[in-house]
């Protein structure tokens, strides 16, 4: 299983500003800063891209939720573009 893990430094949204370009307007992009374990020594940093008004992940570990994958018109399993979503693993 793919683990992400969100560290308690980073269990807050940071926004960026797109700046508007010929006739396309401006935007804002809502990140948040997590760590993706591959299996290698150490875990890569990503970012989750967030939903405006979606509030931040907390610090915790985190699997890749199911509704984040969808099959391509080859029927090759991949991951959405947009959509990312990761729920939190049950620690027993």
């Given at each position: 299983m793919l683990k992400i893990e969100i560290?308690?430094?980073?269990?807050h949204i940071e926004t960026r500003t797109i700046p508007s370009k010929d006739d396309q307007p401006g935007r804002e992009i809502y990140e948040q800063i997590a760590y993706a374990h591959l299996g290698g020594k150490f875990p890569v940093e990503m970012k989750l891209q967030l939903e405006k008004g979606q509030p931040a992940y907390v610090a915790g570990q985190y699997a890749i939720h199911p509704s984040s994958f969808a099959v391509n018109k080859y029927g090759?399993?991949?991951?959405?573009?947009?959509?990312?979503?990761?729920?939190?693993?049950?620690?027993?």
């Amino acid at each position: 299983m793919l683990k992400i893990e969100i560290f308690p430094e980073n269990a807050h949204i940071e926004t960026r500003t797109i700046p508007s370009k010929d006739d396309q307007p401006g935007r804002e992009i809502y990140e948040q800063i997590a760590y993706a374990h591959l299996g290698g020594k150490f875990p890569v940093e990503m970012k989750l891209q967030l939903e405006k008004g979606q509030p931040a992940y907390v610090a915790g570990q985190y699997a890749i939720h199911p509704s984040s994958f969808a099959v391509n018109k080859y029927g090759s399993l991949e991951l959405k573009r947009f959509g990312f979503l990761i729920e939190p693993i049950n620690q027993k």
